[in-house]
């Protein structure tokens, strides 16, 4: 196999690009990233047998952010200036990414769901916002449907509530992942940028077990859409890989889409849907249309005048 066809084999069975984003942005002529701040905290959280690593830049209401698939925080690296100036937002390097360990359990959405309330909680957070892409996108899910008292909006980027989420042809790729990957990935981007800061690189082979069992696991959580009592925002690439059934379906879920919103609004939901023009699943994460599409929604700007308050004004 292809190193092209390798790391569009791997992208696809993870959810995520981990490409490092600023190579990304280039070929795809997206800006360039602007310069970072620094962090003003970061450190280790143990949790559950994980230590977990974390960044703090910005200030603001607390966001939480959490990245894809064998990516890492830096993902995020080329939207966090947009998003730092908002929020003050606390970045996470979900287990076995990124700098954070890899335990001896099995990888469940569920479990890391509960990770994270204790790593907010740790971090001294009574309530934060939380936005989380692909595999970190169900890990936000799970974190707000069992602890929503710690979440005030949530906000889940190309991610679904089940796994028929995916187009058919998608979930045999995403079934292959497995240790016996690892040797052909060591030229990819995904591997380089893994060994970059992983604590103990030769942990790279379990965490694609790890992970292929995850993609491996039936799941549906229908029944638990309803525990997202926050407001709630869906955003999806018009190309991404998630159905766009499945996308109506959330959100008829959420209580959005169910009927006309009213000339004066009167009828609207409190929960959002975006599907952004021109994007992919595979763009999405350092897309600049990303922060400008979730900040009106998270910072309470974004709602328009009814078509009265028009005219009265």
């Not at 796994?163 to 380089?192: C, I, N, R, V, W």
Request: one cysteine or more; charged letters at 20%; proline letters at 7%.
């Amino acid at each position: 196999m292809s190193n092209r066809a390798l790391v569009r084999c791997v992208a696809v069975l993870i959810c995520a690009a981990a490409i490092p984003a600023s190579v990304s942005a280039r070929q795809t002529n997206e800006p360039a990233p602007q310069a970072q701040a620094k962090a003003t905290r970061s450190g280790h959280v143990p949790v559950n047998g994980v230590s977990y690593y974390y960044e703090v830049r910005g200030k603001g209401m607390p966001l939480l952010l959490l990245h894809g698939g064998l990516g890492h925080m830096g993902m995020f690296d080329p939207i966090m200036p947009a998003l730092s100036e908002h929020h003050e937002v606390i970045a996470i390097d979900l287990e076995g990414h990124g700098r954070s360990t890899l335990s001896k359990r099995d990888m469940d959405f569920r479990v890391w769901g509960d990770d994270m309330a204790a790593v907010v909680e740790q971090l001294g957070y009574r309530q934060i916002d939380v936005l989380g892409y692909s595999l970190g996108g169900g890990v936000a899910f799970r974190f707000a449907a069992q602890h929503p008292q710690l979440v005030r909006k949530l906000v889940i980027v190309s991610f679904g509530f089940a796994q028929q989420q995916f187009f058919p042809e998608m979930l045999p790729q995403q079934g292959a992942l497995s240790a016996a990957m690892a040797a052909q990935m060591q030229d990819t981007p995904m591997y380089k940028s893994y060994v970059a800061v992983a604590p103990d690189p030769r942990e790279f082979p379990r965490l694609l077990d790890g992970l292929g069992k995850l993609m491996r696991t039936p799941y549906n959580w229908s029944n638990d859409v309803p525990k997202l009592t926050m407001p709630v925002m869906l955003v999806y690439g018009d190309s991404d890989m998630i159905r766009p059934e499945h996308m109506i379906a959330f959100y008829r879920m959420l209580g959005g889409g169910l009927r006309d919103a009213g000339w004066q609004r009167e009828h609207m939901s409190r929960n959002r849907l975006a599907i952004l023009p021109d994007v992919t699943h595979y763009e999405m994460f350092f897309s600049p249309r990303l922060p400008q599409t979730v900040l009106p929604f998270l910072d309470g700007t974004g709602a328009a005048k009814s078509w009265s308050d028009n005219v009265g004004s």
